[in-house]
């Protein structure tokens, strides 16, 4: 059965509130609708990670040991804290979006502040994440770095550095290096998806703590409160997408096989 | 400017006919409803068009009639879906027994090859009356091989074989065109398809420059990179025996079963690694960037001509399908230690494969 | 007792001026002007480019251009008509306008993120005719890899660019639409009372949301593997290029539901009125929309049969196909129930929607030859498939749009076009269209390839035909520019309901108040209660 928005003749004659937008009846319609608005929105989002996924899927079978190589040769620490620091991110902007509901003015800039500072300690892991790739010459292609080299030709002095080939033999001595140089040079695929992917949520990342200072800039101003906290809940949502986002690339990349070789 | 109007390509293939039948079918489908319709809006729009008198009768609709222009379409869509599915499933099945020909599709121009060795450019001769199996790759984009007269149409994909088929039915001459856009000559990558009475095409056969058959091209080709090191029928040697190999199964290392097709040889040389034969190492080196996609052509057709070798006491393996379980530990430590006896082998070009990202288009 | 009408004192045109009172605007029915002026540019670009296309091939030896720049010229001809005019068209102008008045309400849901969408794609254009200024793309509007990707010299990327942000621009105002239909609908309005117009915008914003985000990540993967030789979809680098047809036609086949819903939409809206008749079957024809969206998600790969997909793949989504004209042909037979004992006035808006159902239908048939797997090996790649989407996007989806300018022009300005001009243009059109396409399904079944710069002379008669046809039908297509423009000063003041149509938007004033309505309708009535009480069919 169809609730009906209210139209304007049936709400009470008190004055609007100020947050209330000119193409809405009723705050409660605004509500919902912002927020039935950023479910869609997301849904666009999962739309287009999917297809990334998708395209992921296809080539991780298509090139199983060159997967397993790179996902290897990335931290499995570091990414793991990320996990967390991002959880822990969508914490403080759950409460920060309870202590909006509540009208709780410093509780709600605290925990926007730490949700920010959390993400961007994130993106801070990653800029070293990538700086270890730029290193490792694990960048593909060869427009950025010095060019893709997994077999030890990424540095004179020193053979091994970034040299995935050499990882391989080490963790299987029965594959013979032709093999192990090959699938190395595979796994120039797998960083490709690593950064395409990394790189998309990293970007939405930026974005985020865009929006987070926004809304700090208005909670600050006392804007939220209970009868009007929709932009925060609107960017909960929001950070969270973000947050699952990396909770599914984090298996997807850091943790292929990590059962048979270990961290 | 012919005043022959002619809104048919000859039919000069066993399919033709097939194909403009049902296209004829749909094209008195399509004249049958489109009149139809016209007429109905047009005769609605005079009847009962708007004058003072009239008043339009509210009709709210008919369930009865949604259903019956639901199913009736349905209907006749089901029937031209099944005509065209048969009509597909013939000209995707490979023929029994055809007349092999090779090509290999590239900016901007089509290169044949005949099992007799004679090569083309742009024009293919054929027999007529005879099944003819076009095996194709392209060496850079993709292309498609088209033949107007017999409604042959097929995408030419680098990286990967594929093939069309076709019987001729009347000798002449007639278009081949690329239908893939393909860059700037891509209106330019035209050719032609000949096909010849049985006699004039045996005439043709011999009287081509052909350097050898294509197989032994192959064979030569085999021998000149280095294959035979490790390819031989011998128990010692470290690569797989290809005799009687092609069309057969071949159980590789993680125990799945492939069949050794042209795709399968094209990708052992090219990706040696992808798919190692169950007993055997993967140290083959790979021969991407050295070997040209008509050498792999040759080289395959060479090694479809390897007949398989008697059974041969001296001999513990007779081809690599029939490799027993039992022998694996064997050849692998024997393997092992010519290995270590001799480094790696040397790929042509240097210890690693070529870098993907640094081979230009 | 008749009464000259009047134009309204105030309403959304007069009510600010100044141009920042435009570029800032949120009035959904001022961004729906916006839309209207880039979409006529946008148009007349990928006009001047068909023109040239026409030009060239009266001759078979490519006398007027060189190869690479006949092959710039489709590709910008494709890109700007797909992604620049026929996806925006009828939602982003008309829809824009209509969907809030005929949901009964002030504005969208989001009105700013609507003027975001015009900017966006403002921008997305912009990328595209630096494209174009900066020498041209050859990629074709299907940019395959690994062509595109790793072979052409030319601005590939900017051009991609520009299609990923007008893509983005689809999806918000998609958004708009879903939200404002869900949760704005005014008092009374239930599912079953909306419009078919809304039905057809809203089944085409579910595939703009659903789809527009493939080929977005698709093309920023093409871009990738451009920019930094990375191998995605090129196999000399590892990848696969039949992958990125995939990734491709699973938004680029729905993507033309995207197109011709809404002008399906304008059909129901205009067949009705001008029959004075309701429309017939109206639950079929509502939910026609939503089952041509849901299997158009479906049928993508029906664009790849000979691409190298495996036979059992072909024969389900040949299948599939055809599952998805049938949607399609219901609603054919409905507008023509419809007609049948009406009371018809062959106004011009009323010229367009017979036209877009006839040749809708033509277009929409010789669908079924290419979903045939067996014939579609012959006639894919030719010009039957040219001729086959020009009938469905030509014939169906700009007839569409140019029935529904003229249908709400009087609603949107305050004044009418000069109907014998119109009636003139609208003639033209019809015949040039019919001249240009008509010639293509034979030229294709006689086996000449699409994009081909030069061709074998024995196809120039049927070219000639062709382009002859392509002049008539520019002359159809610019009559309207004029008289459109014409009609701005001197054209006869509309009043509120020129048509006498029911439908909400026929309430308000011409043109309609800045917040559309003066007081907010309650409505009680069905859409098109032609007959009872024509005159008055909602209740204040």
Known sequence: MRRFPLSTSQTTTTEHHPALAHQFDSMEQ???????????????????????????LIYRLKYYPAFVAGSTSISVSWGFANTLVLIGSSFTMAMAVWAAQKGMRKAQVWFLLGTMVLGAAFLGVKAKEYYDKYDE??????????????????????????????????????????????????????????????????????????????????????????????????????????????????????????????? | MQLNFPIFPEQASSMAGQVDALYLFLVLITTFFSLLIAILILYFAIKYRRTPERQAEQIHGSTLLEIVWTVIPLGISMVIFVWGAVIYYHMERSPSN????????????????????????????????????????????????????????????????????????QPGTYHLFCSQYCGTKHSGMVGQVVVMTPDDYANWLASGKAEGSLASLGEKAFQQYGCTTCHRPDSGARGPNLEGLYGRPVRLTDNRVVLADDNYIRESILEPNAKVVSGFQSIMPTFRGVVSEDEIIAITEYIKHLAPQEANPLNNRTSPTQIRDSEVPNIQDQNKQQNQQQPAQQTPQGKRPVNPSEKKP | MIVKPVMPERHFLNDNYGIRSWLLTKDHKRIAILYLFSITVFFLVGGVFASLIRLHLLTPN????????????????????????????????????????????????????????????????????????????????????????????????????????????????????????????????????????????????????LGTPVIAITLILLALERGFHIGIFDPKLGGDPVLFQHMFWFYSHPAVYIMILPGMGVISEIVPCFSRKRIFGYSFVAFSSIAIAVFGFVVWAHHMFVAGISVYSALVFSLLSYAVAIPSAVKVFNWTATMYKGSIEMSTPMLYAMAFIGLFTIGGLTGLFLAALGLDIHIHDTYFVIAHFHYVMVGGMVTAYLGGLHFWWPKITGRMYPEAPAKLAALITFIGFNLTFFPQFILGYMGMPRRYWAYPPEFQVLNVLSSAGASVLAVGFLLPLLYFAWSLKYGEVAGDNPWQATGLEWETSSPPPTHNFHHIPIVTKDPYAYGEDAEVPVVH
């Open chain 2, 98 to 169: 055809p007349l092999e020909v090779y090509g290999v599709g590239k900016q901007w121009m089509w290169k044949f090859q005949h099992p007799g060795g004679q090569r083309e450019i742009n024009t293919l001769h054929v027999p007529m009356n005879r099944d003819v199996k076009v095996t194709m790759i392209s060496q850079d984009v993709i292309h498609s091989f088209f033949v107007p007269a017999f409604r042959v149409k097929q995408d030419v994909l680098p990286n990967r074989y594929v093939f069309t088929w076709f019987k001729a039915t």
């Open chain 1, 30 to 56: 605004q509500q919902g609708a912002s927020t039935f608005g950023m479910w869609v929105f997301l849904l666009t989002e999962i739309m287009m990670f999917g297809g990334l996924f998708t395209a992921y």
């Open chain 3, 62 to 209: 490519g006398e007027l251009f060189e190869a690479d720049t006949y092959n710039k010229l489709f590709t910008m001809h494709g890109v700007n008509m797909v992604f620049f005019f026929l996806i925006p068209s009828v939602p982003a102008v008309l829809g824009n306008f209509l969907v809030p008045i005929m949901v009964g309400t002030k504005d969208l849901a989001f009105p700013k993120i609507n003027l975001l969408s015009w900017y966006l794609y403002m921008a997305g254009g912009t990328f595209s005719m630096a494209a174009m200024i900066s020498g041209g793309v050859d990629s074709g509007w299907t940019f395959y890899a690994p062509l595109s990707s790793g072979y052409l010299k030319t601005h590939v990327i900017m051009l991609a660019v520009g299609v990923i942000i007008a893509g983005f621009s689809s999806i918000f105002t998609g958004l708009n639409f879903i939200v404002t239909v869900h949760r704005m609908r005014a008092p009374g309005i239930t599912w079953g009372r909306l419009p078919l117009f809304v039905w057809s915008n809203y089944a085409a914003s579910l595939i703009m949301i």
């Open chain 1, 137 to 263: 010459c694990h960048i593909p292609g060869h427009v950025i770095g010095k060019g893709f080299n997994t077999w030890g030709g990424c540095d004179a002095k020193d053979p091994s550095l970034g040299n995935i080939a050499e990882e391989i033999r080490k963790r299987d001595p029965n594959i013979p290096e032709g093999a192990a140089v090959q699938i190395a040079g595979q796994t120039e695929i797998f960083f490709s998806f690593y950064f395409a992917m990394t790189g998309l949520h990293a970007f939405h990342m930026v974005i985020g703590l865009g929006l987070l200072a926004w809304l700090l800039l208005r909670a600050r101003r006392g804007e939220f409160g209970p009868s009007y906290y929709t932009p925060m809940e609107l960017g909960g949502l929001y950070w969270h997408f973000v947050d699952i986002v990396w909770i599914f690339l984090f298996p997807l990349l850091y943790l292929i096989s990590r059962h048979q070789h270990g961290a």
